[in-house]
């Protein structure tokens, strides 16, 4: 059973607009989220976190909303920029548990200019 | 800083044959972690190791074996390969325990199996 879902595959924006990505998470133990992205032949590098214990974080042009009592979270990049087109992937965590992190599928995020 | 570095990059194995994966950190980190990635599945953990001589079964550890001997390296070791195992292998490794719960990644190896 998938705890971490990012159920659209793909998501094409303009540049300049607004990209929302969404994830969703079964397990309500989960009490961190992070995002990462991803290029192609590369490692996944960290972009963005959020504590449970808050409802929004910004860092620049990315900002992590997450709705405990719908166990939603998303990921809004605004402008969109055509470097940001990569793969994105979210992940949760239980603090204090195993340090483990459980990612979703990801998502492709392509900025057209 | 090199970060965390993976070597072999690429690699092509036929069915049957051994090979190890390693896994090196040089930011003093006290977790390290093997994930593989294959086309739909997102990142799934092989193993893990919370810190110099443990490892721990991660969601799909069948078919590898790990150790972590030395702080800054993990390997990943395949004694028997199958196609099952054709994938993308990426290390991370993590200071653990901390407030950002956030794991670095290596470039990844690219494993067929033939």
């Known amino acids: 059973d998938q705890q971490v879902k990012q159920n659209s595959p793909s998501l094409s924006v303009q540049e300049g607009r607004i990209s929302i990505l969404n994830c969703d998470y079964t397990n309500s133990m989960f009490d961190y989220f992070l995002w990462y992205k991803k290029y192609p032949a590369e490692g996944p590098t960290f972009l963005i976190s959020?504590?449970?214990?808050?409802d929004k974080n910004e860092d620049g042009r990315f900002t992590v909303f997450l709705n405990k009592s719908a166990k939603h979270l998303s990921l809004h990049i605004v402008p969109s920029q055509p470097g940001d087109s990569a793969v994105y992937f979210c992940?949760?965590?239980?603090?204090?548990?195993?340090?483990?992190?459980?990612f979703g599928k990801g998502m492709k995020l392509t900025v057209n200019p | 800083n090199a970060g965390v570095t993976q070597t072999p990059k690429f690699r092509v194995l036929k069915t049957g044959q051994s090979m190890t994966l390693l896994c090196a950190q040089d930011m003093n980190h006290e977790y390290m972690y093997w994930y593989r990635q294959d086309p739909g599945m997102g990142l799934r953990l092989i193993h893990y190791?919370?810190?110099?001589?443990?490892?721990a079964k991660g969601e799909v550890p069948d078919g590898y074996n790990v150790s972590r001997l030395k702080k800054q390296n993990f390997l990943l070791g395949l004694e028997s390969a199958a196609p099952s195992q054709t994938s993308v292998y990426f290390c991370?490794?993590?200071?653990?325990?901390?407030?950002?719960?956030?794991?670095?990644f290596g470039p990844g190896t690219r494993l067929t199996v033939t």
């Open positions: 992940a949760a965590i239980i603090q204090g548990g195993s340090e483990k992190l459980v």
């Open positions: 190791s919370v810190g110099e001589g443990t490892t």
């Open positions: 991370a490794s993590s200071y653990g325990r901390t407030a950002t719960y956030e794991q670095y």
């Open positions: 959020i504590s449970s214990i808050k």
